[in-house]
């Protein structure tokens, strides 16, 4: 589709969307029309901005948590160019976002792509995430995921301690220089973890930051792609007692977790690792709770979703989705996620993938 068409599409629907008035419309559409003849791109009004990013995460279809889209945050940063600015920007979302653990969803939309280049990039692939160093004997200490992105902070000068939860510093790439600088660490939250039934559980020394932000994927709104438009929501508790603390290439902790349970690790048919998992998604999800930062089961948020299927009905749109993402990593079938198809249609406005500035 041509830009005309993109811009036209989008316009329409949002201000049907928003109960804006036939003649508004009509007028906004031959304006967008000029803009761009005359100019080749055209510029999103607030509102456009506003709406179109909460129908970018309602069209995410890997997205479980979707059923709370209009009530996002929406912080308009297109005009913010200089560095200074740009990491304050930052800080100012996190702190934000995070609330004091009351977790508000929040997008900051940086300015959009000018002749195929991005005024501005977030390297990181989150605001907040640990470092991961790979010794020379092969050993790696703290998130693997975060190996290659560590290397390039350590070329920028950067010092991390070593330890297995280092946070990273923000880097950012504004005319073609890379610039990284330090959260504050009051600005990143975290949550120690112990268990509900298990005292020496804490012994384990585990922890994970609150706010999960995606600050690596591009925004496309009408035809406008936005490189830098950092979001975060809350996390579903078995993003990190699941994935992020469990997988063999990640933190790989399920071991440790059955020896703290004494469960007999010898043969498989004993579902120890199902056990272990069991115990260390309710210690990730009780933490939580327990020091007051917003976090969702599996369950609630499956349950939260068929509630945004509902409303979706009712709105007379059909909810595309990756079944391969909504279904949780634990215990699947036993949400109704599992036991339906869905279209994995690509809607716009949406989120995407954009190229890695780092190997
Ligand atoms: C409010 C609480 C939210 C929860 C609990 C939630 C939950 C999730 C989960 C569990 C995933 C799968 C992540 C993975 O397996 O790595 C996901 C993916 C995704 N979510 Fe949400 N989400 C929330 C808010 C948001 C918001 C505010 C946005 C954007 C405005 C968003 C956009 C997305 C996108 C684009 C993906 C796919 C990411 C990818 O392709 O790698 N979500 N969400
Ligand atoms: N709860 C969240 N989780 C989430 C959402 C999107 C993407 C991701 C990260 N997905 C990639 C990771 C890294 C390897 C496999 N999973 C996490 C949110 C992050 C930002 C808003 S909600």
């Known amino acids: 589709m041509s830009l005309q068409e993109q811009a036209a599409s989008f316009i329409s629907t949002c201000y049907q969307e928003l109960g804006i008035d036939a003649t508004t419309l009509g ?160 600005i990143v939250l975290e949550v120690p973890f112990e268990h509900p039934e298990e005292p020496s559980f804490k012994e384990l020394d585990l922890k994970w930051y609150a706010v999960p932000a995606i600050s690596d994927m591009q925004l496309e709104i009408g035809g406008i792609t936005y490189p830098t438009a950092p979001f975060n929501g809350w996390y579903m508790g078995t993003e990190i007692g699941a994935r992020n603390l469990a997988d063999s290439f990640r933190y790989d902790k399920l071991k440790e977790v059955a020896e703290v349970f004494h469960l007999d690790t010898s043969k498989t048919s004993a579902l120890w690792k199902d056990r272990a998992l069991v115990e260390l998604n309710r210690a990730v999800l009780h933490s939580f709770q327990e020091n007051r930062v917003s976090i969702v089961d599996h369950h609630t948020a499956a349950e939260q979703f068929r509630k945004f299927q509902q409303r979706e009905e009712r709105a007379e749109r059909e909810v595309t989705g990756d079944w391969t993402w909504l279904i949780p990593p634990v215990s699947p079938a036993a949400t109704h996620i599992f036991h339906q198809g869905f279209k994995n249609e690509e809607k716009s406005p949406n989120f995407f993938y954009q190229d890695k500035l780092y190997d």
């Not at 200089?82 to 995070?98: I, Y």
Request: hydrophobic share 35%; with cysteine; net charge negative.
């Open 27 to 186: 007028d906004r559409l031959q304006q967008v029309k000029v803009e761009i003849e005359e100019t080749g791109t055209y510029t999103h009004t607030y509102e456009e901005l506003v709406h179109g990013a909460k129908m970018a995460w309602r069209n995410s279809n890997k997205c479980i948590g979707r059923l709370f889209w209009e009530t996002m945050n929406v912080f308009d940063a297109r005009e913010v160019k200089e560095e200074s600015e740009v990491f304050n920007t930052l800080k100012n979302h996190m702190t934000f976002a995070t609330n004091e653990g009351r977790i508000r969803p929040t997008i900051t939309v940086f300015a959009p792509e000018k002749d195929g280049k991005a005024p501005v990039r977030v390297i990181n692939h989150q605001l907040a995430r640990y470092a991961g160093y790979e010794h020379p004997d092969g050993t790696v200490i703290g998130d693997p995921d975060s190996i290659a992105f560590t290397k390039l902070c350590q070329d920028l000068g950067w010092q991390g301690k070593g330890s297995a939860f280092d946070l990273l510093p923000i880097v950012i790439k504004l005319d073609s220089t890379l610039v990284l600088q330090e959260f504050e660490s009051d």
